[in-house]
Antibody
């Protein structure tokens, strides 16, 4: 069973870059069986998909965040990372990393769902 | 990302059946997934591919799909089922996942 653990600063100043790392155990990040994703949840609000990456390096970003987001993978460390630039107070949230299982949809397209999640880490944007 | 619509809240008495709906225009083409989230915890997958149940999830959790609406049904609701429930799917191309706004299930 996969286990994921987020790590990174809990406090980031406005206009700076938020950086988080997710360490995967119990499986290889190079597996073709998974995508890897980041999801966030502002306090008291719902879930928002940030973006996902495949082991090959292919990335997919939420269009509303695309200009500020970079997700990368480090296969040597079995980790993947999130960078979100130019943060504001609106980026304050619990950030989750998750494994994403690919699925062939009814229409024949490829998509995924999130089967294993990290415990989440609160990142506060404040000066 | 893709947007889905859920009712903000549903209330049921213990032992009754709770039904939580989720609507989206791409749902006839994409599967839906359901997550349970209790306070201070990460979401847990309870239904995948519209109606499949992961191992370890009680049989009282089931899912169904009809057109642009999917439904999570919890039969014989227990106090421990009180939580927020989120549906997830993707746009018609499958490229962009999205979550519903969440439904708070209250067990009276």
């Amino acid at each position: 069973q996969l286990q994921l653990q987020e790590s990174g600063p809990g406090l980031v100043k406005p206009s700076e870059t938020l950086s988080l790392t997710c360490t995967v155990s119990g499986g290889s990040i190079s597996s073709s069986s998974y995508y890897w994703g980041w999801i966030r949840q502002p306090p008291g609000k719902g879930l928002e998909w940030i973006g996902s990456i495949y082991y090959s390096g292919s990335t997919y970003y939420n269009p509303s965040l695309k200009s500020r987001v970079t997700i990368s993978v480090d296969t040597s460390k079995n980790q993947f990372s999130l960078k979100l630039s130019s943060v504001t107070a609106a980026d304050t949230a619990v950030y989750y990393c998750a494994s994403a299982r690919p699925v062939i949809a009814v229409a024949g397209t490829s998509t995924y769902y999130f089967d294993y999640w990290g415990q989440g880490t609160l990142v506060t944007v404040s000066s | 990302s893709y947007e889905l619509t859920q009712p903000p809240s549903v209330s049921v008495s213990p032992g009754q059946t709770a039904r939580i709906t989720c609507s989206g225009d791409a749902l006839p083409k994409q599967y839906a997934y359901w997550y349970q989230q209790k306070p201070g915890q990460a979401p847990v997958l309870v239904i995948y591919k519209d109606s499949e149940r992961p191992s370890g999830i009680p049989e009282r959790f089931s899912g169904s799909s009809s057109g642009t609406t999917v439904t999570l049904t919890i039969s014989g609701v227990q106090a421990e089922d009180e939580a927020d429930y989120y549906c997830q799917s993707a746009d018609s191309s499958g490229t962009y996942p999205g979550f519903g706004g969440g439904t708070k299930l209250t067990v009276l």
